[in-house]
C-alpha cells in the first residue's frame, strides 16, 4: 500500500471557510487597536495600564476555569477579546481593582459558570461593565479632560454626554448640545476650529448652511469619555472593516442605529425646547459607548438572536432603551444596560422562529 | 435564455478558485501496469465474479456479472492476466470484492479505428439491453445503472443534461462539454430516442462558451438553461425546481444526466465498447499540474497524481470526489472506479482547518443551508438525543450538501452527526429509546 504521511481522514467537507471562531474574535480585537491607541494617547499610561489589567484578569480567569477542566481555552481569542472591551470602558485614572473585579466576574460567572463559549447568555463584557458601574458607581464616574485640551475649567469632571443631561443643563432653552457644552466654557482644540472655518469655507456657506465648531472633536474623540470609546471615527472605521469581511453581521447595528437615530431626531430636541424633529443626532451618535457597544458587544453572536427578525427586535428593544435610559435614567452610560436587557430576551425571540419549509412544526405528524 | 438561474437561498460561493475551475483539454492517462477492477462500482449488489485467478481476459471482456437491479455487470478495462482476486476496502465505506489484472498482451479496441454502428435503426428493446450488456451506469455516485433509470420508464416530462459542475473544483463534465460536445450531444440524442421526453434541458454553468454549446446552437428542440456556479447549485431539488417551477418538481417524471454518462452512452451504443474508462479531475492545490484526464478504470490514483506531475506540497487531504460530498483516502492504490469524477489532493491551506469550539450561534450555517434547514437547532436536538424532534425540523430533507460544516467557524461537526442519522437505520432504534 502506497501511504501518504500526516493526511487527515476527516469526514466530508474536506475544505472550510476561511473565517474561525478565533479569527473573529483576535480579528475584532485587532480591529480595536487603533481607537485603544488613541485613548492611551489621550490619558497616558494610566489608560494603558487599565485596560492591560483588565485582559491580565481575563486571561488569567479563563486559564484558571481552562485549567480545571484541563483545556487550554485561551486560544479562542474570547477572553482576551471581554478584557480588551473591559479595559476600553473604564473611565481614565480608575483604581486598577476594578477592571481586575470586572474581568473576572466576567469571566468566571457571566461565561464560565453558564458553560463557557457559546453557553454564555449574557454578554461578558457588558456584564463587567454593569458589574463596575452598579458596584463603584462614583470611581466609575470620574472623568478628566484629554490631553490636547486639558485645562479648560468648568465642566472637566464630567463627560459631553453626562454634562448635558444635568437639570440646569436641562433647563436651558433655545439652545442645542454643543452650544450648552460651549456656554459653559467647554473648550474645543484649535485643530477642530481650522478644520471646521476649513469646511465652513469650502462647503458649508455655499450651500447655504454653517457648521458649528465642536462636531470634529466630537468626531475624532478630542473629549472626556472612557478611553476606548473617544474616537467615534477609529471605531467605526474598525466597523467597516469587520462587516466588509463579514465578521459581524450587519442587521443589528444597522437596526439599533436606524432606531435611535429617529427617536433621537424625533424627541432629543424636547429639553432644549426647540420642539419635535430637532434632536442632534451626530451629538447623541459620537458620545458614549454608543459605536462601541453597537458594533462589538451588540453583535456578539453568542447572545443575540439569529434570525433576522430577531435581529430586527433585538436591535430596535436596544436603541428604545438605551433612549429611554440616557432621556430619563440615572446613568448616562446606560447602554450596557439596554443591551443585558435585551439578551435576556433572546431565548425567546430565537424560539418565535418557525419551523422553515421543510421543516414542520414541533408535534405535528407527517401526513 | 440569457438569464441566468440561481436557486432560492442558500449555498456558498468558494473563494477564490476561479482558475482551478475553468474547462480544460483533456489528455488520456497512462495505461495502468495492473488495474484493480472493483466489482461493486454502482449502487447495488457487487456483481459476482466470472474470472478465475490465472486466466486471461481480453480488453472489455466481462469479468463481473451484475446481479438484479442496482447492479450493473463489470468489464476488463485492459487486457491481461487476472493475478489476484481480494477483497479491498472502499472509500465510502464498506468493501468489495476486486479483481487485480496484470496489463499483458494486446489490445483489441485501442488504437484501432472504431467502427461506428448507427443507432437510429435500432429499436428500444435492443438499445436498451446493449446499454446493460455494456455496464453504463450513472457516473455521479452511486451510479445506478442507466439500464434502471431508463427500463421502467412510462413518461418522461423532461430530460435534462446537466453539464453545471456538481462541486466547486470538479471539471470533468463542463471540459467534455468543451471538448466532446458531438459524443454528448449523441448520447443525449440516445436518451431523447429512448426517453421521448417533453422537454430537453441542457443546463450550463454560467460561464459555458457558446463553443460549447454548438452541437445545440439552433436545434429548437432544445432549451440551454444557465446556472450560477454557486455550490450547492446541481442539487437535484434546486435545478428541478428553477427549471419546472416548485410545484411541479415534486410530482414530474424526470432524468437527469451528466454529460460524462451521455459520453459513455455514446460510446456503449455508437463505438460498442463497454464502459472501460472514464473521465477524471485530478486538481486541488497541492497538485502541480492539475488536468481532467480520461483513465482506464482500476487505475490507482497515484499513477494519476504522478502523470499529473506529483505533489506540489504535502497534500493535507486526498480526496475521491469533490470537497464537499467526497470520500478522504490516504491509500494512493485506491482505484478509480465508474463513479469516481475527481482525484483532489488539498493544500493545509485550502483545508482551512482550525480549531473546533463550541457553537457560537453565529446563524450562518442556517443562512447557507440551501434545503432552508436550521443546521444548529438539528445539531443540538441530535446531540441530546432528540431525534424524533429534529425529524420534524426537517432532518431528512438534510442532503448532506456539507455548505453548513464548510461555514461553520467553530468548525461544529454538523455533517458527521446528520451523515450518522441518514446514513443508517438506528434512528428508529434511537426513537424507541425512552
Redesign the interface.
Known sequence: ????????????????????????TWGMSLALVPAAAWGIYCYGAAAALAIASAIGAACIGELAVGGLSRRFTL??GSAFLTGFLIGMAMPPNVPLYIPVASSLFAILIVKAAFG????NWMNPALAGIAFAILDWPKAMNVWILPRDIAGAVGISGTTPLEFVRQPLAAAATGSNPLDLLKSAGFRFSGLDHRITDFLNQLLFTRIGSDLPSGYFDLLIGNKSGAPGELSGILILAASIILLARSMI?WEIPAFIVAVFSALTWVFGGLPYGSGFFSGDVLFSLFTGSFLLVTFFMATD??TSP??RIGMFIYGGGIAIITFLIRSFGSMSEGMAFAVLVMNCLVPLLDRR?A??????????KEV | MSSIRTFERGGIR??GDGEQEEPVSIANAFLPNSAVVLLKQHAGAPARCVVRRGEYVREGMIVGRGLGPGSADVHAPVPGVVRDIRVVLLPEGGESEAVVIALEGSFDRLGRRAERYVWNSMGRADLLRTVRDRGVVDTEAPGVPLYDLLADRESTDALILNAVESE?YLRTESSLLKERAEQASDGLAILAKLTEPARIVVAVDERCDEASLRPWAGDARIEIVRFEARYPQDMRNQMLESILGARKRSNSSVLVVRPSTAVALHEAIVLAKPVMERYVTVGGGAIKRPAVLKVRIGT?I?DLIEECGGFLG??????LGG??????V????APVTKTSSAV?A?SED??????R???????RC?SVCP????P?RLFRLLSHRRVA?AE???LK?CT?C?AC???????V?L??AF?VRLRSGISKAMEARP
Open positions: 500500500m502506497t501511504r501518504v504521511r500526516n493526511l487527515v481522514l476527516g469526514q466530508a467537507p474536506h475544505i472550510y471557510n476561511a473565517q474561525s471562531t478565533s479569527s473573529l486560544g479562542n463557557g463559549l457559546g453557553s453581521r453572536p453568542v439569529s434570525t422562529r419551523p422553515l419549509a421543510g421543516g414542520r412544526p414541533l408535534g405535528a | 468558494v473563494r466547486p490507482p497515484g504535502p497534500p493535507a487531504r486526498i480526496v470537497p464537499f460530498r467526497g470520500f478522504p490516504h491509500d494512493l492504490d483532489l488539498l485550502e483545508v482551512g482547518s482550525a480549531h469550539n463550541p457553537c457560537i450561534r453565529c446563524g442556517a434545503e432552508k434547514l436550521d444548529e424532534e420534524s425540523w426537517g430533507d448532506l456539507g460544516g464548510y461555514i461553520c467557524p467553530s468548525r461537526q455533517v458527521a451523515a
